[in-house]
């Protein structure tokens, strides 16, 4: 069972992104899975979060319009989407699945913001 964050890297402020983390082990469809982020000497702050059944968003008012969270469960693949980006956006982002019973972490991929 894992989690594997992938596509993070450096852009210039205005530019987009897009992480994917990809499961094994257990279906995306039946965990509520978000994405986390976590600045350097900051806590780590919720940026999407999408419910296992209605497959219902949302998303805090730092990133509401710019980030898009969505899920393919063909590929058990959870994506964000990062447009607009701005320095303040430089973090780890973590992909995060909690069910019932367990929850599991990825191990992070880095989005830095600079010009």
């Known amino acids: 069972v894992q989690l594997v964050e992938s596509g993070g890297g450096l852009v210039q402020p205005g530019g987009s992104l897009r992480l994917s983390c990809a499961a094994s082990?257990?279906?995306?469809?039946?965990?509520?899975m978000r994405w986390y982020r976590q600045a350097p000497g900051r806590a780590r702050e919720l940026v999407a979060a999408?419910?296992?059944?209605?497959?219902?968003?949302n998303y805090p008012d730092s990133v509401k319009g710019r980030f898009t969270i969505s899920r393919d469960n063909v590929k058990n693949t959870v994506y964000l989407q990062m447009n607009n980006l701005k320095p303040e956006d430089t973090a780890v982002y973590y992909c995060?699945?909690?069910?019932?019973?367990?929850?599991?972490w990825g191990q992070g991929t880095q989005v830095t913001v600079s010009s």
């Open positions: 995060y699945a909690g069910g019932t019973l367990r929850a599991y």
């Open positions: 082990g257990f279906p995306v469809s039946g965990y509520a």
């Open positions: 999408m419910t296992s059944t209605s497959g219902s968003t």
